[in-house]
Nanobody
Framework: VQLQASGGGLVQAGGSLRLLCAASGRTFGSMGWFRQAPGKEREFVAAISLTSGITYYTESVKARFSISRENGKNTVYLQMNSLSPEDTAIYYC?????????????????WGQGTQVTVSS
């Protein structure tokens, strides 16, 4: 099983980035994005069911980020708009076999390597 995250980079405040996560090796029911800023714990960002397309976001990104999936594939995107320096973190994608979406990182058995997102002020 492999999860490959990409799309991170350096962007100015107010800008946008699109992250991609491609999972392979088995079939998953849902996938999510988490982030970890320096000195902080890893936190939930967004999740999506790969079967129903139902999504869930943490409150701080709900109006700015959008998670989507590529039908029939274990591939998800995270479109991030109106970025602020507070969004600076390593972003990790994760996958779980269960179809229900979850904000609990303990529910995800499979993780990607992370991609750095840096937002300058």
């Amino acid at each position: 099983v492999q999860l490959q995250a990409s799309g991170g980079g350096l962007v100015q405040a107010g800008g946008s980035l699109r992250l991609l996560c491609a999972a392979s090796g088995r079939t998953f029911g849902s996938m999510g994005w988490f982030r970890q800023a320096p000195g902080k714990e890893r936190e939930f960002v967004a999740a999506i069911s790969l079967t129903s397309g139902i999504t869930y976001y943490t409150e701080s990104v709900k109006a700015r980020f959008s998670i989507s999936r590529e039908n029939g594939k274990n591939t998800v995107y995270l479109q991030m708009n109106s970025l602020s320096p507070e969004d600076t973190a390593i972003y990790y994608c994760a996958a779980r076999v269960g179809v229900g979406i979850s904000a609990d990182l303990r529910q995800y058995a499979y993780w990607g390597q992370g991609t750095q997102v840096t937002v300058s002020s």
